[in-house]
């Protein structure tokens, strides 16, 4: 399993100019965030950064490699192994936390640095973005089985992960918007996710109300995907089952 993750995460690392383009839109929303509001905003950018990061490897680059790896017929190779579909599914995940790890790592260097967070704290924000990296390579599993196309998969995945991580408050705080939609907008899994990861990280006290919400979101939203690509679907992208 170690072998196929490495194996599916090579074709990035040897490609350093998609580590520029990936981190662009971070780095103008923390450049952005700081200048508009200053260190505050700019901190909660970098939670958001954060939660870009690992929701982006599961959403968006996770459902092209899959699809990719079936085009080329490398699957049908790998599960002619003794590689089960289990294990070739979480190869596919490390693969992609491999990938995005160099841009993470950066991120949460700056992060600590600005933040200097107790270590409880960081281990929390930590365990937030294990919980947002698992969601968010279910949902991309379950994207990649939903749209079965190799052709027009990257442009979903990146209109998903656009949708999903620009438009609600990731990059900054929920108190930004409007009264009438602070609970609304916990529907959307990554917001939910990226306030609890501040109150992890000590930006915000939500109320105890909204962190139960919360938490109530991100867990059914991770078994829904789940149930939906291993019960409903049985995934396609890996062939049959053993």
Not at 92 to 98: D, F, G, K, P, Q
Not at 121 to 135: E, R, W
Not at 210 to 216: F, G, P, S, Y
């Amino acid at each position: 399993m170690i072998a196929v993750a490495a194996l599916l995460s090579r074709g990035g690392l040897r490609q350093p100019m998609l580590y520029v383009a990936i981190s662009a839109v971070p780095a103008s929303y923390f450049v952005l965030m700081w200048l508009l509001g200053g260190a505050r905003l700019g901190r909660h950018a970098l939670v958001g950064a954060l939660v870009a990061f690992a929701i982006n490897a599961g959403v968006v680059s996770l459902p092209q490699t899959a699809l990719a790896v079936r085009w080329r017929h490398l699957d049908e190779l790998i599960l002619a192994s003794p590689v089960s579909r289990r294990q070739f599914l979480t190869a596919l995940a490390v693969s992609r936390l491999v990938y995005i790890a160099p841009p993470l790592l950066v991120v949460l260097v700056v992060f600590v640095a600005v933040n200097r967070p107790a270590p409880a704290a960081m281990a929390l924000v930590m365990l937030c973005l294990i919980v947002g990296f698992t969601l968010s390579c279910t949902a991309g599993y379950a994207l990649a089985v939903r749209w079965n196309n190799p052709v027009t998969i990257s442009s979903v995945a990146n209109m998903v992960g656009l949708l999903t991580v620009l438009l609600p408050p990731v990059y900054y705080p929920v108190s930004l918007l409007p009264p009438w939609a602070g609970w609304p907008v916990l529907a959307v899994p990554t917001a939910s996710l990226a306030d609890l990861t501040r109150a992890a990280a000590g930006l915000a006290t939500p109320h105890p109300g909204r962190l139960a919400v919360e938490l109530v979101v991100v867990v059914a939203s991770m078994t829904f995907a789940s149930w939906y690509v291993y019960r409903l679907e049985k995934p396609r992208l890996v062939g049959r089952s053993r």
